[in-house]
């Protein structure tokens, strides 16, 4: 689709299992975002890519977070060990890259930890 | 810290009136904001943006002030419909960088009452 696509769309699992969450930007979009929604909150940033340069990682909250992005699309985002705060709405988005303008957002993948 | 808030997390009118959403923000460095709507269930969408050498912008039926001196931002929604019923979130930007990172407030719910 033209859109910014995430999955899964609803994960649940058991604390301290390792959980993927896939993101495809709209083709041409140089930049990558991760955010992270928790019920009835705003949109914590969590990492960004742009281009080949290093990603700012500085809002992954702990060391069990990474992501990553091949080949300047598809991104993944991996939390290991999962705990019951990692219960959220993670939302991916993409844009041209520029200073300022706007972010596309996907839908979010809801992860559930039990 | 810096930091991007709101004044009023609820919001309710009346179909047809206009609404006014407001947002504090403490960077005053910040030269670049933008107000998304969000959708339950969905992710955040671009509603209107503005840079810091303007103090007004418009759109369609929306209109977004920029207070640089209070360091307030509000979304002005003429003629509020039941479709308008969402989360608003402002975003802020401080541009110049490497990077472009919004950073987001809590939201706040607009209900719209038929």
């Known amino acids: 689709g033209a859109g910014v696509s995430q999955s899964p769309s609803n994960k649940v699992t058991e604390k301290g299992k390792d959980v993927e969450l896939r993101c495809d930007p709209i083709?041409?979009?140089?930049?990558l975002y991760w955010y992270r929604q928790s019920l009835g909150q705003g949109l914590e940033f969590l990492i960004y890519?742009?281009?080949?340069?290093?990603?700012?990682k500085s809002g992954l909250p702990s060391d069990r977070f990474s992501a990553e992005r091949t080949g300047g699309s598809v991104s993944t985002l991996t939390i290991q060990r999962t705990q019951q705060e990692d219960s959220a709405v993670y939302l991916c988005?993409?844009?041209?890259?520029?200073?300022?303008?706007?972010?596309?957002f996907g839908e979010g993948s809801r992860l559930t930890v039990l | 810290g810096e930091s991007v808030g709101l004044h009023l997390p609820t919001l309710s009118v009346q179909e047809g009136d206009n609404s006014i959403i407001n947002c504090a923000y403490s960077?005053?460095?910040?030269?670049?904001f933008i107000w998304y709507k969000q959708e339950s269930g969905k992710g955040p969408q671009f509603i209107i943006d503005?840079?810091?050498?303007?103090d007004k912008r418009q759109g369609q039926r929306v209109t977004v002030l920029l207070n640089k001196t209070v360091k307030h931002l509000s979304l002005q929604i003429a003629a509020t419909q039941p479709g308008d019923s969402a989360v608003y979130f402002c975003?802020?930007?401080?541009?110049?960088?490497?990077?472009?990172?919004?950073?987001f407030g809590k939201g706040t719910l607009l209900t719209v009452n038929p």
């Open positions: 988005a993409s844009s041209l890259g520029r200073v300022t303008g706007e972010l596309f």
């Open positions: 083709s041409g979009h140089t930049a």
């Open positions: 890519f742009q281009g080949n340069s290093a990603p700012d």
């Open positions: 960077n005053s460095a910040s030269d670049y």
């Open positions: 503005i840079r810091s050498n303007m």
């Open positions: 975003a802020e930007n401080k541009s110049g960088g490497s990077n472009y990172k919004l950073t």
